[in-house]
């Protein structure tokens, strides 16, 4: 039998229940960040919107922030919060569709009591795309944006096992920390 916390998961978008099922993976990877933070959480992704990306509107996460209010919350709200605990690093490309986002991640950061808990790495030729926690590497083939997680076809995996999430970690650290 196989443990089922280190099996990967891999789930691909062709129609709505899939879109589903990649909405709710997206929406448990942050509510378990919310309840016990990762050191550092990193997104690499070309391209990054401020999606929904939890369904507060019955107040099942008002434990979580309660000020969030019955609404959906944002993803930069999420990193936002996360940024309390958290270093937070966000890897995309240098476009015009990013900047609505890392401006409201640079104002949330600027409003934090530590600011130096955002880190923003910018990349003429990203391509990956990737979630890092302190024990999931969620990868494929989707940018986090209204069409990478509603519209598009997509894949990705969710992997829990200790030696891709160390691969990945030193692949991010060696490659979009700053100075690099």
Known sequence: ?????SDNRNTFSTQATSRTEIRELLEGIFVAELLVPSES???VSPWISDIDILDNRCGQFSSLVPTWGLRRIRLSEVFGQLMIQ???HLVARPDSHNDAFLRKMDDLSRASDDASNLHVTIRDT????GLLG???????????TYNGVEVNHEGVSLDRS???I???RIHFQENYEAGQ
Do not use: C, F, R
């Open 86 to 88: 958290s270093s937070v």
């Open 162 to 164: 200790p030696e891709a």
């Open 166 to 168: 160390a691969e990945a």
């Open 134 to 144: 302190q024990d999931y590497y969620l990868s494929g083939s989707m940018n986090l």
């Open 41 to 43: 959480i990193w997104l």
């Open 126 to 129: 990203l391509h990956l795309k």
């Open 1 to 5: 039998m196989t443990d089922p916390i």
